[in-house]
């Protein structure tokens, strides 16, 4: 079974603090994603990488940086954090280009204060 | 540009009864569509699929329908379960690219004993 890890389950943070959620999946998989699930606007794709050490935006990045030193861990970065970044994150990874299915973690629940 | 659309914010049901979920999709490159299940605080987890070659996909409770020209598709529950309540997300993959899934707003399903 794949398996895809976020490093914490909740988070409290404090406005302006640089934040570091991590990533790990275990199944040598190219593609990793990082979403952020809100109430009544769904997943929406922060960032997207495809390779080590490429990264592509997605549909929200303003705010947010990643890093992808290692194929197995694709880190996300809340360079500032603001109240409007209080989330559910969420990680993904497939096995490659064209992949069915995306497998994510369990998500980290992140409150800005 | 939302291409995967799920009108239904939130849907109620009997135990017992069917559950129907609706989704909607613009892009005719779609060739596969995915169901996913998520409960408060985890991450999304697989369901169910469907080739854009066929209309009708069943795994036990759950079958899924295309409609390949309403560019619509349906998850059917039945019968419905308590534990069956949770957020469905309807994702759709394009054929290439890394970023080849696009989901939905998905759908709270409440099933009430």
């Known amino acids: 079974d794949v398996k895809v890890t976020q490093s914490s389950r909740y988070l409290v943070k404090r406005t302006g603090e640089k934040v570091f959620l991590e990533c790990v999946q275990d199944m040598d998989h190219e593609n990793m994603f990082w979403y952020r699930q809100d109430p009544g606007l769904g997943l929406r794709l922060i960032y997207f990488?495809?390779?080590?050490?490429?990264?592509e935006k997605g549909d929200i990045p303003e705010g947010y940086s990643v890093s992808r030193e290692k194929k197995e861990r694709f880190s996300l970065i809340l360079e500032s954090a603001s109240t409007n970044q209080t989330s559910m994150y969420l990680c993904?990874?497939?096995?490659?280009?064209?992949?069915?299915?995306?497998?994510f973690g369990q998500g980290t629940r992140l409150t800005v204060v | 540009d939302q291409q995967v659309k799920q009108n239904s914010p939130s849907l109620s049901v009997q135990e017992g009864r069917i559950s129907i979920l609706n989704c909607d999709y613009t892009?005719?490159?779609?060739?596969?569509f995915l169901w996913y299940k998520k409960y408060p605080a985890e991450g999304p987890t697989f369901l169910i699929s469907?080739?854009?070659?066929?209309d009708k996909n069943e795994d036990g409770r759950f079958t899924v329908f295309l409609n390949k020209s309403a560019k619509h598709l349906s998850l059917h529950i039945v019968p419905s379960q308590p534990g069956d309540s949770a957020v469905y997300f309807c994702?759709?993959?394009?054929?290439?690219?890394?970023?080849?899934?696009?989901f939905g707003t998905g759908t709270r399903l409440t099933v009430i004993p």
């Open positions: 892009n005719s490159m779609f060739d596969y």
């Open positions: 994702a759709a993959r394009k054929p290439t690219g890394a970023n080849n899934l696009f």
């Open positions: 469907i080739s854009s070659i066929k």
């Open positions: 993904a990874s497939s096995l490659r280009q064209g992949a069915v299915q995306a497998f």
């Open positions: 990488s495809y390779d080590v050490k490429m990264k």
